[in-house]
């Protein structure tokens, strides 16, 4: 079981997990700017500027930055100051209680994400990462509306989040700071592409497999999956399974046997069983 919450984990839900490590970095990189730009003091930048230590300040700025997102009280940092309002956001708060506000919701979205599913997964009755329940669980994942309803909150999150940032942008240009529009671009877009990126990915439709997984007979198989797959997701898998099948019915074995050795544990499906299995007739084309 450790094993196959750790391959759920790991590998079909890195998705989700990369969407918060891509949300926390932009809201460091925001804290960042807006530390830079818009919030550090003279009484803080004057002693450097003097002392000619600027890396050391800049560095500085970027570790209160980080602190500053996990940070719902009063601050002022030794290197930044008293932190500004978030009012270019629209928002009556401290810009730490802002991005801390939008961090804990991020965070919360993940772990919520993670524990529905671990349990659903849970439910299913799958035992190891080699079982065809579980293989067919993770194939069928983004049908149940536990997921739908989570990667569409999540979606609408990130919306939120870049029509906000839009939002703080028109604000910077009607303050006459039109310079620093494309400066904030060039410095946060890349960040930002990759946190719609990794939300368009957890709401877009997998190409699931070819081979009929949605049976009774292909629950019931197993395949030869070890700790060195953890990292290794079912729709990879999948395709390697597909294209074992297809050899196979060309008179090649050799790669569907590498799938099924022999004095596996637990024991694997013999190939004829998974040929019957992956090649029930349904609606799906028949793999001959």
Not at 96 to 104: D, E, Q, T, Y
Not at 198 to 218: H, I, M, N, R, W
Request: charged share 15%; net charge negative.
């Amino acid at each position: 079981m450790v094993q196959l919450l750790s391959h759920f984990i790991a590998a079909q839900l890195l998705g989700i997990i990369m969407f918060y490590v891509g949300l926390r970095s932009y809201l460091a990189l925001t804290a960042n700017w807006m530390s830079t730009h818009l919030f550090v003091v003279d009484s803080v930048v004057t002693p450097v500027t003097d002392s000619g230590s600027l890396g050391e300040l800049l560095d500085c700025i970027l570790s209160d930055a980080y602190t500053m997102i996990s940070n719902l009280g009063d601050m002022q940092p030794e290197c930044i100051g008293p932190i500004g309002p978030a009012s270019t956001y629209g928002v009556p708060l401290a810009f730490n209680k802002l991005a801390s506000i939008v961090n804990f919701v991020g965070a919360f979205l993940v772990l919520l994400f993670i524990t529905v599913l671990v349990a659903e997964l849970i439910s299913s009755g799958a035992q190891n990462i080699g079982q065809g329940k579980y293989l067919a669980f993770t194939y069928k994942v983004q049908e149940r509306k536990a997921f739908k309803i989570l990667s569409w909150t999540i979606v609408v999150f990130v919306l939120v989040i870049i029509c906000d940032t839009i939002k703080f942008l028109c604000v910077l240009y009607f303050m006459g700071k039109a310079g620093y529009i494309t400066n904030f671009g060039e410095f946060l877009l890349p960040t930002l592409l990759t946190l719609c990126y990794s939300a368009y990915t957890l709401g877009s439709q997998k190409v699931p497999p070819f081979f009929t997984y949605d049976s009774d007979e292909f629950r019931e198989l197993q395949f030869k999956r070890g700790w060195s797959d953890i990292m290794t997701d079912n729709n990879a898998f999948g395709q390697n399974l597909g294209i074992a099948l297809l050899k196979k019915n060309r008179g090649s074995s050799k790669e569907l046997d590498m799938l099924l050795p022999r004095g596996c544990e637990p024991p694997c499906s013999t190939p004829e069983a998974v040929l019957a299995a992956c090649d029930k007739p349904t609606e799906k084309d028949s793999l001959v």
